[in-house]
């Protein structure tokens, strides 16, 4: 089993500080994501995912784009979305990018389809966000018909129609792995098993085990929709350094900036420290040592029966070249220690 397991890695493309504690500009962010991607792959990471957005805090709104980059530099890394928000962009056009990272890569590219937990590319992009739900919905169903790399007859309700159109360039495997994002709703998770695909949870706070319920779920559903068992991984934040106090100390001012600020659009309280530190203990925070992060991995591993786990491992302001040393720990320590606790 424990040689199984993937270990993967997911930013956001947080907009980061530089040594003069200034804002780096989105330009130089974006580049050294590419050198975090670099890393990740010389160390035999298995995945690295970037997200999306459209706002002023977060440099990655092309994820594709980026993703074409790491993919000419790197060798043998999978390569993601950490989430394409479908609801908001075209199943085609997001399939024809992703077609071309696969291809740039060699058969590495992988899409994770999610609904987002921002709203910024609604009426960016003119889409109502009065349909939310029916624009997943819609867009999911019509992306599930273009895997088939057959010509697409489909209608819905909120484009026009097609009738028996191909879509280029196809993939030269024939298959695009595709993941459904998942924030809690067990809503989305039977959607997922629905359309026969594999499931990422979104676990961004509080015990892990408490997703064990969701997990049965997806099990269950695709059983009882004759699907084929289907893998089902964990998205969630960490951080990792030389001890665990240091990894605390480094980690907490940049993760309290970003919090506050989401939290302030959102109406949360500030954080506080003894709640960051609760997340730590008990939540699904993995910050500590090597040995810390290890040992908290492989138990949210064997809990919840999962084959990947994403390390969320951007921060706010944190800066690049401590997420470059925390990469290096996860790649060189932590997971061959997680491996060897899972085969004990």
């Known amino acids: 089993m424990a040689d199984q397991i993937e270990f993967g890695l997911d930013t956001f493309g947080d907009v980061t500080v530089g040594a003069d504690d200034a804002p780096l500009s989105h330009a130089q962010v974006i580049r050294n994501l590419v050198a975090e991607g670099v890393l990740a792959d010389e160390l035999g990471i298995d995945f690295i995912g970037v997200g999306e957005h459209h706002r002023a805090d977060f440099a990655v709104s092309a994820p594709e784009v980026v993703l074409a980059g790491i993919a000419t530099a790197t060798k043998r890394i999978k390569l993601g979305s950490a989430v394409t928000v479908l609801s908001s962009d075209d199943p085609i ?177 500030p954080s506080t420290e003894g709640e960051f530190r609760n997340e730590i203990e008990h939540g699904s925070l993995y910050l500590g040592s090597p040995e810390t992060v290890a040992k908290k991995l492989a138990a949210t591993i064997s809990a919840l029966g999962i084959q990947r786990f994403d390390l969320k491992y951007s921060a706010g302001t944190l800066p690049h070249e401590k997420s470059m040393h925390s990469i290096e720990l996860y790649g060189s320590k932590v997971i061959p220690m997680v491996r060897d606790i899972l085969a004990g």
């Open 93 to 269: 056009r997001v399939f024809q990018r992703f077609a071309t990272v696969d291809a740039l890569s060699n058969g590495r590219a992988e899409v994770i389809l999610g609904r987002g937990s921002f709203t910024e590319s609604f009426p960016l992009f003119g889409f109502d966000l009065a349909q939310y739900e029916q624009l997943f919905e819609e867009k999911l169903d019509l992306f599930s018909a273009l895997l088939t790399e057959e010509p697409v007859t489909w209608e819905g309700k909120l484009r026009p129609p097609l009738t028996n159109q191909s879509v280029y360039p196809k993939t030269e495997g024939g298959h695009l792995k595709t993941w459904i994002g998942v924030g809690g709703s067990p809503e989305s998770v039977v959607r997922a098993a629905r359309y026969g695909l594999p499931l990422v949870l979104a676990i961004i706070g509080g015990d892990p085990v408490r997703f064990a319920p969701y997990v049965d779920l997806f099990h269950r559903a695709l059983a009882q929709l004759e699907q084929p068992d289907l893998p089902i991984a964990v998205h969630s934040p960490g951080y990792i350094a030389d001890t665990d106090e240091q990894a605390a100390e480094e980690y907490w001012p940049h993760h309290k900036v970003m919090r506050d600020r989401i939290g302030a659009e959102r109406g949360w309280p």
